[in-house]
């Protein structure tokens, strides 16, 4: 069964770690300025954090939560939506 999640994602205090790029590459690319990209996110001005909405299977909800768990400074978090 599909899952709404939404992930929100701290650019600002990334510090370049690459886990999630490696565990999530599909979702994370590493840029020039030595930070993580969300793919497909929208900046929100308001919280100043990149947000993505997604519809996820199970697989694609574990291997976002991987990304979740490698960030050593916890920039990441996937919340279910419904
Ligand atoms: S794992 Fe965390 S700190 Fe490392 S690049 Fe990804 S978001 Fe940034």
């Known amino acids: ?3 709404r ?3 929100i994602y701290d650019r600002e205090n ?5 886990s ?4 999530a590459p599909q979702f994370w690319k590493m840029k020039a300025d030595g930070k993580a990209n ?14 993505l909405e997604l519809e996820v299977d ?4 574990a291997i976002l939560k ?10 990441i978090k996937v919340i279910e939506i419904n």
């Open 58 to 61: 199970e697989e694609m909800l």
């Open 20 to 23: 999630c790029a490696v565990v």
């Open 14 to 18: 990334c510090i370049g770690a690459g």
């Open 38 to 51: 969300l793919i497909n996110s929208t900046f929100n001005k308001k919280t100043k954090k990149y947000e």
């Open 66 to 75: 991987d990304s979740e768990d490698a960030c050593p400074v916890r920039v």
């Open 1 to 3: 069964m599909k899952k």
């Open 5 to 7: 999640i939404k992930v």
